[in-house]
């Protein structure tokens, strides 16, 4: 006869409303110290204001319009070559250390590619770890080697 | 709570319109609608720091100003501004590193030697970017877990969690003060 484990006590459920429940004290607070902070910027964000917006409009004049398709045609090129030589010259054990390489390599279009809007860059970032997570390690650098090949390959 | 898009500052459509025909003059009346939101969300984010705030900020306004014909109008313009403005701060945190360190050792050293300090972006320093998002976007701003998920192009799972965090830590300090308040 099979031994049977007695029935335990209940475990009350949680609810994820009651997880994410409010204490009132907190939310006062809360709303009190953005307020204050609030009103402590107030001067400094009205007396600058109007020298934001003319810095902001003389940056403009300074900076022309980009030609959207040359930028996104270099984009999964230059993603593709930093990342086959990021990973040449690096020896990968893990998944935390290819999502760190993946940064720099985003980090480094930016500073390479400074017309790459933020936007792009973490579109690209999210693509290239989603890729680099479902293949294992090793196989990223042929299959790398081969697309940034045809991506030059395409761009010539 | 309502909806932050509803209390938004209203962008007319005609500011809209002219502004993605690259109106400067139209976009500087955007700039003008929207620069105090923007550049307050960000100086919480930035704990503070004027200059490294109005720094992004001015990016947010140059990139808006590049990408102004994708905004589709499906959201408020704030909240399309906001979620530019949390990527260039993403971008200048990884760029420039010890200044947007994710937790502010200098923070977490003030608040450990001054238990009794409830500055609001001391403490905010104590929490990592996302959670200070979070929360800034939530109380300040009044934006719902749904909008803030959209902003930081996170899951809603994500949100709740980062804020139900985000309190819990800043409950524990705030506790640990008044307990060491005579």
């Excluded at chain 2, 459509?13 to 700039?31: G, M, P």
């Excluded at chain 2, 949100?159 to 705030?174: P, T």
Aim: aromatic share 6%.
């Amino acid at each position: 006869m099979t031994k049977q484990n007695p029935p335990g006590p209940e475990k009350p459920k949680t609810s994820s409303a009651s997880l994410f429940a409010e204490d009132p004290a907190l939310e006062r607070w809360l709303t009190d110290a953005f307020d204050n902070a609030e009103t402590r910027d107030e001067p400094w964000l009205e007396s600058t204001a109007q020298a934001f917006n003319a810095q902001v409009l003389a940056e403009l004049d300074s900076e022309p319009l980009q030609n959207k398709g040359v930028t996104r045609l270099r984009l999964p090129l230059l993603a593709c070559s930093m990342v086959v030589g990021a990973i040449a010259t690096t020896q990968l054990t893990s998944a935390p250390e290819l999502s760190s390489l993946l940064a720099s390599v985003s980090g480094d279009l930016a500073a390479v590619a400074p017309e790459i809007e933020a936007v792009e860059l973490s579109t690209v970032e999210s693509w290239l770890r989603g890729l680099a997570l479902q293949l294992p390690t090793l196989l990223m650098a042929p299959l790398l080697a081969v697309a940034a090949w045809a991506f030059s390959t395409a761009a010539d | 709570m309502s909806s932050a898009a509803q209390e938004d500052v209203e962008t007319p459509a005609a500011i809209i319109d002219a502004a993605k025909r690259h109106d400067k003059a139209a976009f500087s009346e955007l700039i003008d609608l929207h620069q105090r939101a923007v550049r307050g969300y960000l100086l919480r984010l930035c704990k503070g720091d004027h200059a490294n705030a109005d720094d992004i900020a001015q990016n947010t306004f140059l990139a808006a100003w590049r990408n102004i014909d994708r905004f589709r109008g499906d959201g408020s313009v704030k909240a399309w501004l906001m979620q530019i403005a949390t990527n260039e701060f993403r971008m200048a945190w990884r760029k420039r590193g010890p200044v947007f360190d994710a937790i502010d050792p200098e923070a977490a050293e003030l608040a450990v030697q001054d238990p009794n300090t409830d500055d609001l972006d001391t403490l905010l320093g104590l929490l990592e970017p996302p959670a200070r998002a979070a929360l800034t976007l939530n109380s300040a701003h009044g934006y719902s877990h749904r909008e803030i998920a959209a902003i930081l192009e996170l899951p809603l799972g994500s949100v709740k969690s980062l804020i139900h965090r985000a309190k819990l830590d800043l409950r524990a300090h705030l506790t640990a003060t008044e307990a060491t308040q005579p």
